[in-house]
Structure formats: C-alpha cells, structure tokens
C-alpha cells in the first residue's frame, strides 16, 4: 500500500527495508504503530515516507504529519532536510511570519516541542479546530520521556519533559494514528507508554538492542575508593597521550558526580586540559553545540567527555569506541543508550560499567540483575530485559564473563581486556576486590 518507489525517488533510496515499508502499510490502514530500533537504523524514513504515501493513496495533497520532537536541534536538521527534499516543512518558533500557514496546518511536516503544541493556546485551538483534521499522523519522538521527571536530577529542569507527560492529550484530540519512535524501549517501558497514550491494535516494530561490535565489562569498586584511584586508567592515559588520547565518554549518574570527576582531573592534571569537557543540562545550548559538533569529528579536539545522559540525545559521537559508566544507568533502557555511543561505525569498541555499592540504589529489577551476575554471559543478562538472545559467538568478543573460557589463542583475545584492568595492574591489589555484598541497599550519594 505504501508507494514505495515514489518514497525511494524523493528520498534517493534504491528500496524501503521491509520493517520500513510494513511500519507505513500500517499506518496507512489506521493502526499506531510503536518503532523501536537501533539509531541510524533508519526511523525517520516511517514518518517522512507516510506523507507521500498517505498523498498518493488518498489522491489528495490534505496531509500534514505533525512531529513532536523533545531538541530543537532535531527539529532544525529535519526541517532542512525535508525542504531540500521538496517538501513544506517548518517548526514551531522558526518564524514568526509562517504562524498563518501553520494555523491552516499547509505544512506537510511540522515539528513542536510538547509545550508550544500543548502549552500555547494559539497552537491547541489550531489542534482542536478544523484544521487540525489535516494532522494523518501524530510522530512521537522519544516516548520513553513520558516518565522522566520523577528523580531525574538532570531533567527535572527542562520544560518540556513536564509537557511529555500530557502528549496524551494530544492523542485524545487526533484522530490520527500515532507512531512512536524510540531506539530502546524494554518490556515494563512499553506497557507504560502503552497505557498513558491509550494505545490499540498497536503494531510493535521492536528490533533487538544487540551491539555485536561493543565488549561489555562491569567492574565494582569500593564506595570509600578515592576518585583518583577509581579513574587512574583515565589520568594515566591522559598524562601519556594529551591531546592524542583515545576518545572515551564518562557518563556519569549526575551532575554532581560530573563536576567531581572533571575537578579531580584537572587537579592531577594542571590547568591546560582542554581536551576534557562536561556535557549536561545545565551547561548553556551554545557549548551543548560547541560539544556536539567537535565530537563529531573523529580527530576532534575533545578527547574526554564527561556526560550525564544528556549526552544521550541528538549527539552523533565519531572515532569513539569507549565507555564508562561511572554508576549504573536506573535501567537497560538508559544503559544500552548510552553505551551504544561507541563504534556506531562497527569498529569493535568497549564498554565497562563500574560502580561501587552506594550508587545501586535507583535502579530498576533488570539492572540489579545485570549488576549482581557473575557467572552468566553479560550480554545475555541484558538481553533478557527485552526477550532476546545474543548474537556474538566469539567468546573474548563478547564480555568479560565470556572471554575468560576463550581460548581461541588470538592475538585479539589479549587486546580486549577490560579499560579498567589493564591501566591499574600496577596499582595495589585491593583495587579489584569486591565489597561484601548489600550491593542494592546503599544510599545513593550521587543524586542531586
Ligand atoms: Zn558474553
Ligand atoms: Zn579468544
């Protein structure tokens, strides 16, 4: 039903993948639709590809697909994106001088944060009225923010995490299907989300969150282990190789703990580290952009970022292929998000969780069981959170539980040791002895 080839000639595209071409058939026959797959699996082609479809099908141009989006640097770059393909495209707040066309919805794209579309009483009224018939399609960009807001030090601040919240709202308003976009959801996040849009005959496009290129190693600390001892790894690699260092995030469960990390830094390190820098919300948009782009390039000057999951959204990081998480993420939905940073360009890339009892608290049933194994493979552990099984059959490629059976004899087997491990061999042997266990009871020092 959808029309692919129209779709792969306005989007130079030589065919549509069958999840694409199935996410829009449903669509066009009324169904919401919850698209869950890896970033760069290619998302957007659902939505951008319906309007076409819904124009050729219905012989008729009466077709607006209203995007709500939570980064105004997204809806920037699929604006620009949209035009230079053809299409009428515009966000809400561009400019003052399209308020009349968005009021009759002559858009074929319009894209609004939660509290212009829900916030603004212009904009509602526009919803609620005649011309809001034209919207065929409601696109909800990252649904999973419909919960955040509850202990989310980072966010609590950002206005439209509170408007997500009432997206549905707007779903009761529409008639429309909705599609919902996200590049991880696990089991208990979609129930949810289920439940607060109201969603029926919904059709699942749910892909397995599997990074086959990325190692995961865990490694717990003890709570009293001074900063500078936890990061030797990181200050040694930076003495030695300055400005050349290998590109490595830090995300961090807090602000706080960022700042923390960034001073003890530069403290060992003296002042001339530039090469070094934070990422969260409170930092203003014009570094958050500054960030962006220097991390986009893959000999770019920045060679530590220390992030909160902030980090997370609307960030294409090149030549990065490792990862600490200094904490463990509230749940796999977050872990997986922020650890799939790395080698987005398959280049095989290491991910260590390493955390120490205190910082157990807030995490989520799936989490506490991926923290607590020992024996089981790692991927496999978190894996389960989403009903899947692992794909990676070299055992030292895998994870840390994995490549300790391996004995494949490769050269590679050595060179993908944990990040951790192999900096601090020379560092007193109590620095990989666990804690007595209570893993989960600690308070939580990080927050906010
Ligand atoms: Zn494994
Ligand atoms: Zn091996």
Redesign the pocket.
Known sequence: MAAPSEICRIFSISELKPFQAEVIDNLLNGSDVFLSVKTGAGKSICYQGFQPSWTVHHRSNDCTVLVIAPLISIMKEQTSYLRSVGFKATYIGLDDKEEEDIMQMSHDFLFSSPESILGVQKWRDTVNGPAGERIRLLVLMKPILLFIGKGEADHTDEPFRRWYGKLGELRSILECPVLLLTATANKSARKKIEYKLGLKNCFYHISNPERENIK?FVQKVKSTLPLEDIFHFILSKLKQHQHKCPRVIIFCTSINTCGQIVTMLRINLGKEMDYVQMFHSKITEDVKDDIRKDMEKEDGHIRVLIATSAAGMGVNFKGLYEVINYGPPKDMDAFVQQFGRVGRDGVQSKALLLYNSKQCKNVDSDMKAYLSNVHL????CLLEAYNAQ?S?TV?HM??D??SKECACGEPECDTLSSPYSENVASQSSDMSETESENSATGSDVDQM
């Not at 493979?377 to 496999?380: G, L, P, S």
């Open positions: 995961l493979c790692r991927r496999k692992p990676v055992k895998c994870c539980i994995c």
